[in-house]
């Protein structure tokens, strides 16, 4: 099975700041243009969310709770997607997964840890 793959988790104090990575598995690295990308994140006791996204034609949104906080973008030739998470807060803390999608296709990736405590 396919999977994207996280990097960049950690813990961070209140207000700091990370910048998580996704890399695209090779077997969709020549149409990884096309796919839709975004992150999600799951903290203990809830349900996964969506927090950004970004679609094959750069076009972005990102959920009110991050709004002016969390930047994504993504780079074609580096077949990658990256989260800039600034200004964290505790309510930031959860597991969170890349996801790719086109059309029927979705690809995840097993999740980056983000702990935000001081």
């Known amino acids: 099975q396919l999977r994207l793959v996280e990097s960049g988790g950690g813990l961070v104090q209140p207000g700091g700041s990370l910048r998580l990575s996704c890399a695209a598995p090779?077997?969709?690295?020549?149409?990884?243009?096309?796919?839709?990308m975004a992150w999600y994140r799951q903290a203990p006791g809830k349900q996964r969310e969506l927090v950004a996204a970004i679609t094959s034609d750069r076009r972005t949104s990102i959920t009110d709770s991050v709004q002016g906080r969390f930047t994504i973008s993504r780079d074609n030739s580096k077949k990658t997607v990256k989260l800039q998470m600034n200004s964290l807060k505790s309510e930031d803390t959860a597991v969170y997964y890349c996801?790719?999608?086109?059309?029927?296709?979705?690809?995840w990736g097993q999740g980056t840890q983000v702990t935000v405590s001081s």
């Open positions: 090779r077997a969709i690295f020549s149409v990884f243009s096309v796919y839709d």
């Open positions: 996801n790719a999608q086109r059309e029927s296709e979705t690809y």
